[in-house]
């Protein structure tokens, strides 16, 4: 059970209504993290309402809900608080319409004594977040409420410019919170104190040191069962738009003035702002062989199921460093981690055979993994006589702080913020339309998908993207195990 200070929970009492709620996500992540939040104290009382299409009443919910922990949650369900959680779950079918909606609020509301908050998460396909946040006008539930919205914000520019309008027509930017869950994630947060906490790393972080950085997130994982969705998105807009792209704001912003939502969001959309528009040459392409035989795939389908890219941030902290992002399904590995590749030493003492800069630049690197780690790579003398040269490590692991439960799971972080109105992690519509635009050039000229075998590192050319350079997985050298003691 965290020892995280109970003030951390939001002032006031919630109604949390899930739209999408018998679905994946929320069966997966939301339910359970709702539940962890709630039983570790966070959130006391907290009531759920679900609502889908799903015909269910509560006690089917709560069947749901339950199964649901049970598949997922990767703490103990103790019983003790899931007689409570389920005490405070309720169940709208869409097909009840919004009076059913509203009574099912007011009896929530005034089952905490009437000064709760709402808290509405739409966790439904791109097409239904408008037809919800209708549903949320009509019944009257604007009021005292934030929305908490999954991506794609947009498909493109003039989707995204017109979707933040209609949403605008309800709901405020303030009262809004676009969910980046690679935002909610511990190292990703870490980022920042590791680079403003410390008077060593940032004096450095800059093209004066700084050769190229890599943000590489292969998966193996395919389709699940998303072929519907995936099919209309591919990775680009799946991945990169949305958390490639805000991994790499937290990487290469400026010093915020304070930590504070609207610092943070300024300087990540600076970065942004800053960023060449990509160029449909700087990108591969890749579909793993076999995506097009997929229930739910056109047999021509032209999705890519795999992206690498270069940009290039153009501002005096980064004019002339590359930035490699590359992620994909189905391949060789499951990694998060971004790399940064320093400059090599421009003369060497030590002897040809030596292996000076044999094993690549010096790097430092992170796991975005929940329980993350990071090594920060340099040579070192092998001992014994003679002067030969070996590529060495410090590392960091999570596990080894033994704070490793304390870590809150990434959607439990964020639904947390934004029940107390903290938009500190969270993306903006300025930031979003922006990083559409840059991605316009590629949106509309994209280069042909180029076919990579499952369990691969994606296609060929994909190395000629980095050259010279290489990319930084696979790993030459594994993360040492934590766990192992000795030398
Ligand atoms: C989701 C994408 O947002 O992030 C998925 O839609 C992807 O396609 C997932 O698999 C990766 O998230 P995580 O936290 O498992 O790395």
């Given at each position: 059970m965290p020892r995280i200070p109970k003030d951390f929970g939001p002032k006031h009492p919630q109604v949390v209504v899930l739209i999408g709620a018998t679905g994946d996500l929320s069966r997966r992540k939301l339910l359970p993290g709702l539940f962890h939040l709630a039983s570790a104290g966070f959130i006391p009382g907290c009531r759920i309402i679900g609502v889908s299409l799903d015909e269910l009443d509560a006690d089917g919910f709560r069947k749901l809900a339950h199964q649901a922990l049970d598949q997922f949650a990767t703490r103990n369900v103790k019983d003790g608080g899931w007689t409570e959680f389920a005490d405070g779950l309720d169940y709208v079918p869409l097909k009840s319409g919004v009076p059913a909606l509203k009574a099912a609020v007011t009896k929530a509301e005034k089952a905490l004594g009437g000064s709760s908050r709402h808290i509405h998460y739409l966790s439904v396909p791109p097409n239904a977040a408008l037809s919800a946040v209708r549903l949320l006008a009509e019944a009257e539930l604007v009021e005292r409420a934030s929305i908490i919205m999954e991506k794609?914000?947009?498909?493109?520019l003039a989707s995204a410019v017109s979707l933040n309008a209609k949403l605008h027509e309800v709901f405020a930017e303030d009262q809004i919170f676009r969910i980046d869950h690679f935002l909610g994630k511990e190292p990703a947060q870490n980022i920042l104190a590791f680079r403003f906490a410390n008077g060593l790393f940032e004096p450095i972080w800059n093209r004066n040191f700084i050769d190229h950085v890599q943000i590489d997130v292969p998966e193996t994982l395919g389709l699940d069962r998303r072929a519907a969705y995936y099919e209309q998105i591919g990775a680009y807009r799946d991945m990169v738009v949305t958390h490639l792209f805000q991994i790499l704001g937290f990487m290469a912003m400026?010093?915020?003035?304070?930590?504070e939502p609207a610092s943070i969001s300024e300087e990540k959309n600076k970065v942004f702002r800053s960023m060449v528009p990509i160029d449909p040459r700087d990108v591969v392409r890749g579909q793993y062989a076999g995506y097009r035989d997929e229930?739910?795939?056109?047999?021509?389908s032209d999705t890519e199921t795999f992206i690498a890219l270069k940009c290039a941030i153009d501002n005096w902290r980064w004019a002339g460093v590359p930035f490699f992002l590359r992620t994909g399904k189905k391949m060789a590995d499951g990694q998060r981690i971004i790399s940064i590749a320093f400059r090599e030493p421009p003369k060497s003492m030590f002897p040809t055979g030596s292996g000076v800069g044999a094993q690549g630049p010096d790097h430092l690197t992170f796991d975005l993994a929940d329980a993350s780690k990071v090594s920060l790579s340099f040579y070192g003398k092998r001992p014994g006589p003679g002067m030969r040269l070996d590529k060495q490590s410090l590392q960091f692991a999570m596990?080894?702080?033994?704070?490793?439960?304390e870590v809150l799971e990434a959607y439990e972080r964020l639904i947390l913020d934004a029940m107390r109105g903290d938009h500190t992690l969270f993306t903006t519509a300025e930031g979003i339309e922006r990083l559409w635009q840059a991605s316009e050039r590629l949106l509309e000229a994209p280069p042909p998908v180029r076919l990579y075998a499952q369990g691969s590192w994606g296609p060929k050319s994909v190395h000629q993207l980095v050259a010279p350079h290489a990319w930084r997985l696979p790993f030459e050298r594994e993360w040492r195990d934590p766990n192992r003691s000795g030398a």
């Open positions: 794609p914000f947009g498909t493109d400026e010093p915020p003035t304070a930590l229930d739910g795939v056109d047999p021509e596990h080894e702080t033994g704070l490793l439960g």
